[in-house]
């Protein structure tokens, strides 16, 4: 394999390992208000429910401070019972997102990478006027038209920037959430944040889950890393019971309401009858950082200058699932 090979991995690899170690991050679904919580009187609660809801709101309805942003993210994970997956991994996300005007679906150039047993991997995934690339390297490798109008689908139903870009890889934290509660002011890197803190409904997680793996294996993505190409009913009614402990905290911009920083931390255990339908998985352990900058800002996305074949690019995806097998010690 070549240099630009062995530092880049498909951008969903490290998107579909991610979204999974979140999972880790989900409440159990046991009976609770939506909103609110904590301690207080009835009228303190009832007051939090309300800014909690306005705020929401705000930020994932119509919002133009959120058209565009700087998107920078680490998820290091720990996954117990699976022999390819027995060491630490360390997933990093980096890139831009940029909403047009007049456009309701965003043009974004996502770079993620993949630390495992010390071997670096990434790529980007760019969509670009509603077409779709992979960049290894430098090159770039246009995407079927098919692939493109899949990615983009969930976009226009959302409502602003950010809900549109994360939208299209099932990433809808409004829709999970319950016990939300606004604990106080903060400063997110100079900027002055409300701090809310939310559990995480697994059931409805998990249902966005199995929509992006099956995004992720039309880009052939879960053969290259070994990952499931699918979750069953069966498979995610497992994951929604073996949550064991969560924490989450999200910070919105007080003045544009747009999220700046997000850390999730939690952990699953999984009991002796279930771990065969989960690959042998005993436990499984992560942490989240989420990072937006430059909100608001013009965001150039560009699409790649070197374009390469697509028999070059399935050459490329087999010599890059040939070297993650080597390094899981699977082949």
């Not at 697509?310 to 097998?325: K, M, P, V, Y």
């Amino acid at each position: 394999m070549t240099a630009p090979v062995q530092s880049k991995l498909a951008l969903a690899v490290a998107t579909l390992v991610a979204t999974l170690a979140l999972a880790a991050c989900g409440g159990g679904d046991s009976p609770s208000s939506e909103s609110g919580g904590g301690g207080g009187s009835a009228a303190d609660k009832k007051a939090n429910t309300a800014a909690v809801e306005k705020l929401v709101k705000q930020a994932f309805g119509p919002n133009e401070k959120a058209r565009s942003a700087r998107v920078d993210a680490t998820i290091d994970i720990d996954v117990k019972g699976v022999p390819r997956w027995k060491d630490p991994i360390q997933i990093t996300l980096n890139g831009v997102y940029q909403l047009g005007a007049g456009e309701d679906v965003p043009d974004f150039n996502l770079e993620a990478g993949l630390l495992l047993r010390d071997q670096a991997y990434g790529a980007a995934l760019l969509l670009v006027d509603r077409k779709a690339y992979l960049q290894v390297g430098t090159t770039g490798y246009r995407q079927s038209d098919a692939i493109a109008s899949l990615i983009a689908k969930p976009a226009p139903a959302k409502d602003n920037g950010m809900t549109k870009a994360a939208g299209m890889f099932y990433i809808n934290p409004q829709s999970w959430r319950k016990n939300t509660k606004i604990v106080g002011d903060a400063d997110t890197a100079g900027e002055p944040t409300t701090h809310v803190t939310a559990d995480i409904r697994a059931d409805r997680f998990f249902s966005d889950m199995s929509k992006l793996i099956d995004l992720l294996t039309e880009l052939r993505v879960t053969k290259i890393s070994g990952l499931p190409t699918k979750i069953t009913a069966k498979q995610r009614a497992i994951l929604v019971r073996s949550v064991k402990s969560a924490k989450g905290d999200v910070y919105f911009g007080k003045d544009d309401h747009v999220l700046r920083k997000a850390r999730l931390a939690g952990s699953i255990v999984v009991a002796p009858k279930d771990r065969k339908f989960l690959g042998g998985m005993k436990s499984a352990k992560a942490v989240a950082d989420f990072n937006l900058s430059e909100v608001g800002e013009p965001q150039e996305v560009e699409v790649p200058e070197d374009l390469g074949s697509d028999a070059d690019l399935q050459l490329t995806l087999d010599a890059l699932q040939e070297s993650i097998e080597k390094v899981r010690g699977t082949k």
